[in-house]
Each structure stands twice: as structure tokens, then as C-alpha cells.
């Protein structure tokens, strides 16, 4: 059914897996819209109560994939994207599932922002994170706004997506942006026990009080999507992103000069 994922349903347990290990579970078009699928069909399972999601390989995800937007064959079509990435997000947010992100090695860009949209994040201690749309001339987009909003406020929000610092789990935990942090290589060993954990507690409960919550926000997670995709394909027409792009590839420093 999916190509860039994997989704096991094992009773009241459900694990996605980001499935691109070649390429660090960095997002191409076909994942950004397998994930969206996966969330929408995970929101009218009423059985499932937990789901983890987790990265093969070396990493959670490196973000969005720089290589797939510049590929002069198949190019991404940024306005499509933008309805996946908007459409997995808004889906994460609404799970009736209690979520859990398991990181380990980058977490970064829209792999970050997915895993912000979590309920709890459990991360390596030497996994890297950051929203680090910055570095080519890009916002955050998959919700970052409003993910990074709703843990550590808009003051902090703004330094951490103007900075695109690289944290290590400590630091990201510090900041308020990750909820436990576990020896490298045993976060899948963690976040199954942080799963039983919640099977085992009155978790009807906790499920109607995220509804409770999570249902006032709403209205601005779609506004915050949809500001997104339009200042996205805005940016990406800008000479700072196409200089940013440029400078990855050519593996050097970026000169931006603000247009």
C-alpha cells in the first residue's frame, strides 16, 4: 500500500515508520502525501489508542528532501506538496491516538515539525534536532509555526526558527521541546514501554481531554497551514532560497543578501 512508510496496526498499537533510510527519511512528494493517507486513515480507527512513529536507518528524518526539490527531471511541485504537508499535519493534530515520536539520529526541518506535532517526544541523547528551514531561505511549513508555538511560546518560537540552531536532546529538552531523553539506541526500547504504559493506564480518558484541548486550536492550525504554503511558495521564489539551495549542493557557506 505505501512505498515510503510502513504502518503495523498490532491491536491497540500502531507504529509508522519513515521508510527512505537511503536517504535519511528525508520527505519527497510521494511521503509527504503516504503520510497524510496513513494520519487520515488512522483518524477513523476507533481501536487504535497509541501510535509511535519512528525513522529506519540512521535517522528520524532529515527534513524535506533539498535533492528532490532541485532535481531538474522530476521536480517537486511546491503548491501540491504544500496540500500534503498541510494535510498531514492538520491530520497528526487531530489523531484520537496518543502519539509518540521516537528519535533518534536528525530529527530536522519537517521531520522536526511532525515530530513537534506529537503529544510526547521521547529523543537519543546524541540525536541533532532543529527547525532549520532558515539555512535556505525557507519558513517552517508542516505546522512548525504552530507546533513550536504551542510547547515554548512565540518569543522562543521566533529565536529557534530565526537561529535554526542544531540542538542535542538535552538542550531541545531544556528548551521545553523534548519530553525525555534516553541512551542512544534505545529509543525504540523507550517509547514501546512509554506506550504500554499508557495501554495499561485509563486512556479514555486521556484520549477526551486531548479531543478537549486540541479541538479549541483548530481554527488556528488552519490558518497557521495556510499562511504557511502561502509565504512557502512565496520563498521559494526568493534569491535567498535559490542561493541556499545552490550553497548545499556546492557544500559551502550561503552570501544571502535579503531578497
Request: hydrophobic fraction near 45%; aromatic fraction near 4%.
Amino acid at each position: 500500500m505505501y512505498t515510503t512508510i510502513k504502518l503495523s496496526l498490532e491491536g491497540r498499537l500502531a507504529r509508522l515508520t519513515l521508510h527512505r533510510p537511503q536517504s535519511m527519511n528525508a520527505m519527497d512528494d510521494t511521503m509527504m502525501k503516504e503520510l497524510g493517507d496513513a494520519f487520515e486513515s488512522l483518524k477513523s480507527n476507533q481501536d487504535v489508542q497509541v501510535l509511535i512513529i519512528q525513522g529506519e536507518g540512521k535517522a528520524f528524518s532529515a527534513g524535506g528532501d533539498i535533492k528532490k526539490m532541485i532535481d531538474p527531471d522530476s521536480p517537486m511541485d511546491i503548491g501540491k506538496v504544500m496540500v500534503d504537508v498541510s494535510r498531514l499535519a492538520k491530520a497528526l493534530y487531530g489523531l484520537p491516538q496518543i502519539t509518540i515520536a521516537a528519535i533518534h539520529g536528525a530529527a530536522a526541518g519537517l521531520g522536526f515539525s511532525m515530530a513537534l506535532g506529537c503529544d510526547v517526544i521521547i529523543a537519543e541523547e546524541n540525536s541533532k534536532l532543529a527547525m532549520n528551514f532558515i539555512g535556505i531561505g525557507l519558513v517552517p511549513d508542516g505546522a512548525g509555526h504552530f507546533f513550536l508555538k504551542e510547547r515554548i511560546g512565540v518569543p522562543q518560537a521566533k529565536q529557534l526558527i530565526w537561529s535554526g540552531e542544531l540542538m542535542k536532546a538535552e538542550v531541545a529538552k531544556e528548551k521545553g521541546l523534548v519530553d525525555q531523553v534516553v541512551p542512544d539506541g534505545s529509543v525504540r526500547q523507550a517509547s514501546e514501554a512509554l506506550a504500554q504504559q499508557f495501554l495499561s493506564a485509563p486512556i479514555a480518558a486521556m484520549l477526551a481531554s486531548k479531543k478537549i484541548l486540541h479541538e479549541q486550536k483548530l481554527a488556528e492550525l488552519e490558518n497557521v497551514l495556510h499562511m504557511e504554503s502561502e509565504q512557502q511558495v512565496a520563498m521559494r521564489k526568493t534569491k535567498d532560497h535559490l542561493e541556499g539551495i545552490k550553497a548545499f549542493v556546492e557544500k559551502r557557506k550561503p552570501v544571502f543578501i535579503g531578497e
